[in-house]
């Protein structure tokens, strides 16, 4: 796939996808300079994880760790993110892969 390829398949995927999963508002987010996506899960005000650190999660597995917590301007919830930019991983605007 070349660049130019890889390019309009992103712009045909969009940057942004809400869903909602086991009642959970979730989110998934591309990184407009490289190209990486995040996800991310939103907890309600009355939650015992709203406004928590991420780093104080130990027992959240997810690819790579938390990376996120904390409000979206959209949004009245706290989330929790990751990203997939870590070693191993897809970043398609900064390493495109060779066809």
């Known amino acids: 796939m070349t660049a130019d390829e890889?390019?309009?398949?992103?712009?045909?995927?969009?940057?942004?996808?809400?869903?909602?999963?086991?009642?959970?508002?979730?989110?998934?987010?591309?990184?407009?300079?490289?190209?990486?996506?995040c996800g991310y899960v939103g907890?309600?005000?009355?939650?015992?994880?709203h406004g928590i650190d991420y780093g104080s999660l130990?027992?959240?597995?997810?690819?790579?760790?938390?990376t996120y917590s904390g409000e979206m301007p959209d949004s009245d919830k706290w989330w929790f993110g990751f990203d997939c930019a870590h070693y191993g991983?897809?970043?398609?605007?900064l390493f495109p892969r060779r066809a």
């Open 58 to 66: 130990d027992s959240v597995e997810v690819h790579g760790g938390l």
């Open 89 to 93: 991983d897809h970043v398609p605007l």
């Open 6 to 37: 890889l390019k309009a398949k992103i712009d045909l995927e969009g940057d942004r996808k809400d869903f909602t999963y086991k009642e959970h508002e979730c989110r998934v987010l591309r990184m407009p300079i490289t190209g990486h996506l």
């Open 43 to 49: 907890v309600c005000t009355s939650s015992s994880l």
